[in-house]
């Protein structure tokens, strides 16, 4: 990978994780004016998380919200087939639970077989639990080791 790839994807990272918007922005529009976005925006850490990911990890709304704007594959799983959805549930980020909801899988599932709301659940994060069950996500499912929670 050319050094000014590299840097240029640290610094993605970077911003969308800390909720550097502004700064996010630029450099988003940068990547465009130089026809590189996408493969910027498509690269991954060795988890295999996107920039995306990192993002919603972090509960960093208005990064996500430029990303997808940007077209980045909101989609994505990541090695262990964790979503952005999921993450955001595990880690009690509601609001950004909501944001991601129109464009996302509710029932998509992870390596071991748990979706969001299983991730919620698990995690303690009831105000997540919450918005998942308003937005009619499976409450029955069982996760791969044949568990079912309970919010």
Same mark, same amino acid.
Request: proline letters at 3%; glycine letters at 10%.
């Given at each position: 990978?050319?050094p000014?790839?590299s ?9 969308a ?8 922005k630029a ?8 026809d590189?976005?996408?493969?910027? &925006?498509? /690269? +991954?850490d060795?988890q *295999?998380?996107t920039?995306f990911h990192l993002a %919603?990890?972090? !509960? @960093?709304a208005?990064?996500?919200a430029?990303?997808e ?5 909101t989609?994505a799983?990541?090695n ?8 955001a ?6 609001a950004l639970v ?7 899988? &509710?029932? /998509? +599932?992870?390596?071991? *077989?748990?979706?969001a709301?299983?991730?919620? %659940?698990a995690a !303690? @994060?009831?105000?997540c ?6 937005a ?7 996760d791969g080791n ?6």
């Amino acid at each position: 990978m050319p050094p000014g790839k590299s840097m240029r994807i640290a610094e993605l990272r970077k911003f969308a994780s800390e909720g550097e918007v502004d700064k996010l922005k630029a450099l988003l529009a940068a990547l465009k004016a130089d026809d590189c976005i996408y493969e910027h &925006l498509g /690269a +991954r850490d060795p988890q *295999g998380n996107t920039v995306f990911h990192l993002a %919603c990890l972090h !509960g @960093q709304a208005a990064c996500a919200a430029e990303l997808e704007n940007a077209s980045c594959d909101t989609w994505a799983a990541t090695n262990d087939g964790s979503t952005a959805l999921m993450m955001a549930a595990e880690k009690g980020h509601s609001a950004l639970v909501k944001q991601l909801l129109p464009g996302a899988e &509710l029932e /998509a +599932r992870n390596g071991r *077989g748990r979706t969001a709301f299983h991730a919620a %659940c698990a995690a !303690g @994060q009831a105000d997540c639990v919450e918005v998942l069950v308003r937005a009619e996500c499976d409450t029955k499912a069982t996760d791969g080791n044949g568990r079912r929670r309970r919010g």
